[in-house]
Structures are given as C-alpha cells and as structure tokens.
C-alpha cells in the first residue's frame, strides 16, 4: 500500500473519531450512511435532527 493511501486512511478515520466524540460529548445522536446503496430496504427512514456520520471515506477497507 502507497504511503500516501495510508495517510489518507488515517486522516479520514481521525476525522469520523473525533465526530464522534464531539457528539458523543454534546449528547447529539448520529445516523451513520454510504453511498446510499441500501436507501430502499426496509422500511421509510426519515431522520430529524441527526447528524449524518459519512462513511464514503472508508469504502474499502476490510481491516
């Protein structure tokens, strides 16, 4: 792996932590997403007053 692939990583998984935590410490609930591919199933889901935790960052890793 490229060692820049590896700072990116890095950058993205210390940036989803500290929303985290800043949530977390502010009692603020968050609703996690993708890309949206599984939007459809189940049943309608229309949050008010969540913040959104993006995923799209760490698509790929298997680690």
Known sequence: ???AQVANGD???A???EQIRA???DGRK???AGHGS???YGE???PSGLDVLDMRANAGIVT
Do not use: E, H, N, S
Request: glycine share 10%; net charge positive; proline share 5%.
């Open 15 to 17: 940036a989803l932590a």
């Open 11 to 13: 950058a993205a998984i």
């Open 44 to 46: 309608p889901f229309a």
């Open 38 to 40: 599984k939007a459809g």
């Open 30 to 32: 968050l609703r996690i």
């Open 23 to 25: 949530a977390g410490a």
């Open 1 to 3: 792996m490229a060692q």
